[in-house]
């Protein structure tokens, strides 16, 4: 099977999965969308979702934030981890929102990626689930899902998502990259994966991991 034909299953086994798809961040606009994927980095976003509607109670605009000292965004957001960096990437970044952009979340990757704590995935975020850019954030599920579909070497996530951008029609990467991380998390996780729920990989997966599944267990089978 060829890249372009691995790539149609895919899509099309997603769409049938997947035909409506939930965004796995709570947010109400693109400013708490900004701040709830920040504080997903490194994290869960069950654990982010617990998290954000105690911030938001108290800030959830730019201006009610820098309000905030950096250590009270701290205490907050302490269970989603790394809460020192990304309080005070919270407060810096809504204090550029506030004297650059009037108080807006800017619609633009250049501007986005020059804020404190976001990268280019956080940006890709936002880009298109506030705005419907086309975009094509990789996260730790579709980094792996690339790789065990043969899609993408897995050598770095830049390189996962210029392959997924060559291989999937641009109108579909931002329903895509949803679409995957649900399908990684509920049938082709890193730990506890069983291939007989994952229909994608069993049909289209990389050989050698494949080979390597197999071998690992089906020996333990009776």
Request: proline share 7%.
């Amino acid at each position: 099977m060829t890249k372009a034909e691995k790539a149609k299953f895919v899509i099309k086994t997603l769409a049938e999965l997947y035909p409506t798809i939930p965004l796995p961040l709570d947010h109400k606009d693109p400013y708490t969308l900004l701040i709830a994927v920040l504080m997903s980095a490194q994290s869960t976003d069950v654990r982010v979702n617990m998290i954000t509607p105690l911030l938001f109670e108290r800030a959830d605009n730019p201006y009610s934030m820098v309000k905030l000292l950096v250590e009270d965004i701290r205490d907050i957001i302490r269970p989603v981890g790394l809460s020192p960096a990304k309080a005070k990437a919270i407060h810096g970044l809504s204090e550029i929102l506030i004297e650059k952009h009037g108080g807006k979340v800017p619609d633009n990757f250049e501007d986005l990626e020059a804020l404190p704590g976001v990268g280019h995935k956080t940006a890709s975020v936002v880009m298109s689930q506030a705005f419907g850019v086309p975009a094509f954030p990789v996260d730790t599920h579709i980094h792996r899902l690339m790789y065990r579909w043969g899609l993408s070497n897995g050598k770095n996530v830049v390189q996962t998502e210029a392959d997924a951008k060559k291989l999937f029609p641009k109108k579909l990467w931002n329903d895509l990259h949803l679409q995957i991380i649900w399908y990684g998390r509920q049938y082709s996780p890193a730990r506890g994966w069983d291939i007989n729920k994952d229909i994608i990989t069993a049909t289209i997966g990389r050989k050698s991991v494949l080979e390597e599944y197999y071998k690992k267990h089906v020996p333990l089978k009776k």
